[in-house]
């Protein structure tokens, strides 16, 4: 449905991406005013008690967040299907996507030595970006950065394994009227901690079709933030995440809609089982006043498997004009259907096949915005695998 501004949701959860030295415990008022900055000793070493980091096991992040993580390992960055190259921190095009909004992001931004930059021209196929984990016990920071090249279409895969402990930042320029396609999957071993900022620019009449996925690891935190750089802007971000006993995913997304004519489409969705499962979506849409013409809903959809655990989920939406197109949000957290269990059952299904087929449709209008059939194969057995750890 439309809002006016008049219809501004009240309550909008504060964004407290670390606070500024000196600036005071007061919060801001709008997201807009959050503290950006590529130095990390510009923030304060957060306590768990800011906004946000108020749903984030702090003393599981193993140091990232207070300057203690020793970055003594290396993560590995493998590009196939297109040339990258390797740059250091002195390349002007490092920092177009976005500046870091909390500590750790800066923390990883201070700390990489080398980025890797993957420039699209035209490429027709599938290129994929592998980072591997610096391995158990060891902690890294990465820096990629994908742009495209204007009118380019291109499809990019990064997928994240292995072990250890990862802060690194993700930036994503697209050229005017391009088009890409990017498909992000979290598939960690269980032992590793991921912090990873994504920062996405988007350009006039460029679109962007996302698909997060977060499967493994012990605490898997990613936060994005989207801008638009001239009308005509489209972003779609789709998310799937599925937590099994004591893992955390947590999921953060501010789309700032600052020029006329943009668009964005939020649809994410989690499911969780097991003793201590905890997934966190946090979905900010800001619509500053200039933003006319904007056109923009979320939705998140969580999927309580088992007793004890747990599922948050925040949308928040901040309009500073009425002259829109529409917005609009929407948020439901249940537990497994058992009317739905009993009509599959009474139909001669076994409850376990029963289990997994509900399982399997709710995830399905995610997967099957997946247009690559190998990776989206592995990533249904993926989730079967998932449900296999308890029996659902």
Same mark, same amino acid.
């Given at each position: 449905?439309?809002?006016? @501004?008049?219809?501004?949701?009240?309550?909008?959860?504060?964004?407290?991406?670390?606070?500024?030295?000196?600036?005071?415990?007061?919060?801001?008022?709008?997201?807009?005013?959050?503290?950006?900055?590529?130095?990390?000793?510009?923030?304060?070493?957060? $306590?768990?008690?800011?906004?946000?980091?108020?749903? =984030?096991?702090?003393?599981?992040?193993?140091?990232?967040?207070?300057?203690?993580? +020793?970055?003594?390992?290396?993560?590995?960055? %493998?590009?196939?299907?297109?040339?990258?190259?390797?740059?250091? *921190? &002195?390349?002007? *095009?490092?920092?177009?996507?976005?500046?870091?909004?909390?500590?750790? @992001?800066?923390? +990883?931004?201070?700390?990489?030595?080398?980025? =890797?930059?993957?420039?699209?021209?035209?490429?027709?196929?599938?290129?994929? #970006?592998?980072?591997?984990?610096?391995?158990?016990?060891?902690?890294?920071?990465?820096?990629?950065?994908?742009?495209?090249?204007?009118?380019?279409?291109?499809?990019? #895969?990064?997928?994240?394994?292995? $072990?250890?402990?990862?802060?690194? /930042?993700?930036?994503?320029?697209?050229? &005017?009227?391009?088009?890409?396609?990017?498909?992000?999957?979290?598939?960690?071993?269980?032992?590793?901690?991921? #912090?990873?900022?994504?920062?996405?620019? #988007?350009?006039?009449?460029? @679109?962007?079709?996302?698909? !997060?996925?977060?499967?493994?690891?012990?605490?898997?935190? /990613?936060?994005?933030?989207?801008?638009?750089?001239?009308?005509?802007?489209?972003?779609?971000?789709?998310?799937?995440?599925? %937590?099994?006993?004591?893992?955390?995913?947590?999921?953060?997304?501010?789309?700032?809609?600052?020029?006329?004519?943009?668009?964005?489409?939020?649809?994410?969705?989690?499911?969780?089982?097991?003793?201590?499962?905890?997934?966190?979506?946090?979905? &900010?849409?800001?619509?500053?006043?200039?933003?006319?013409?904007?056109?923009?809903?979320?939705?998140?959809?969580?999927?309580?498997?088992?007793?004890?655990?747990? @599922?948050? $989920?925040?949308? /928040?939406?901040?309009?500073?004009?009425?002259?829109?197109?529409? !917005?609009?949000?929407?948020? %439901?957290?249940? *537990?497994?259907?058992?009317?739905?269990?009993?009509?599959?059952?009474?139909?001669?299904?076994?409850?376990?096949? %029963?289990?997994?087929?509900?399982?399997?449709?709710?995830?399905?209008?995610?997967? $099957?915005?997946?247009?690559?059939?190998?990776?989206?194969?592995?990533?249904?057995?993926?989730?079967?695998?998932?449900?296999?750890?308890?029996?659902?």
């Amino acid at each position: 449905a439309d809002m006016t @501004a008049s219809e501004t949701v009240s309550g909008l959860a504060p964004e407290l991406a670390g606070a500024k030295k000196g600036q005071g415990t007061t919060p801001p008022v709008s997201v807009g005013e959050r503290f950006t900055s590529y130095d990390v000793e510009a923030f304060e070493v957060p $306590s768990g008690r800011e906004e946000i980091w108020r749903f =984030t096991p702090m003393r599981r992040l193993r140091g990232l967040h207070d300057g203690t993580a +020793a970055f003594d390992g290396t993560a590995v960055v %493998a590009v196939e299907g297109a040339a990258a190259e390797t740059v250091g *921190r &002195d390349d002007p *095009r490092i920092g177009d996507g976005g500046v870091p909004a909390d500590r750790v @992001a800066a923390a +990883a931004w201070s700390a990489f030595d080398t980025a =890797t930059v993957l420039t699209l021209d035209g490429t027709p196929e599938p290129v994929t #970006v592998t980072v591997q984990g610096p391995g158990e016990g060891r902690c890294a920071a990465a820096h990629l950065q994908v742009r495209t090249t204007p009118h380019t279409q291109a499809t990019v #895969v990064v997928t994240y394994s292995g $072990s250890g402990t990862l802060a690194d /930042n993700l930036e994503i320029v697209l050229a &005017d009227a391009s088009q890409l396609t990017l498909i992000v999957t979290d598939e960690w071993s269980d032992d590793a901690v991921h #912090v990873g900022a994504q920062h996405i620019s #988007v350009g006039r009449d460029a @679109a962007l079709r996302g698909v !997060a996925v977060a499967l493994g690891g012990d605490l898997v935190r /990613n936060s994005s933030t989207v801008q638009y750089r001239g009308p005509g802007g489209d972003a779609e971000l789709l998310g799937l995440g599925f %937590a099994d006993a004591g893992q955390h995913l947590e999921q953060r997304l501010l789309v700032d809609h600052a020029v006329p004519h943009c668009r964005s489409n939020v649809h994410y969705k989690n499911a969780l089982q097991g003793d201590g499962a905890h997934t966190v979506w946090i979905g &900010d849409v800001l619509i500053r006043a200039a933003a006319e013409g904007t056109d923009t809903f979320e939705l998140n959809r969580n999927l309580v498997l088992t007793p004890k655990a747990r @599922a948050d $989920s925040v949308p /928040n939406l901040e309009i500073e004009t009425g002259e829109i197109a529409g !917005a609009g949000h929407a948020s %439901a957290t249940g *537990r497994f259907d058992d009317e739905q269990l009993f009509y599959l059952q009474s139909r001669g299904i076994p409850e376990d096949v %029963a289990r997994r087929l509900v399982v399997r449709g709710f995830f399905g209008e995610i997967l $099957s915005k997946i247009t690559l059939p190998e990776l989206r194969e592995r990533l249904e057995q993926a989730v079967e695998a998932e449900l296999a750890v308890t029996g659902a």
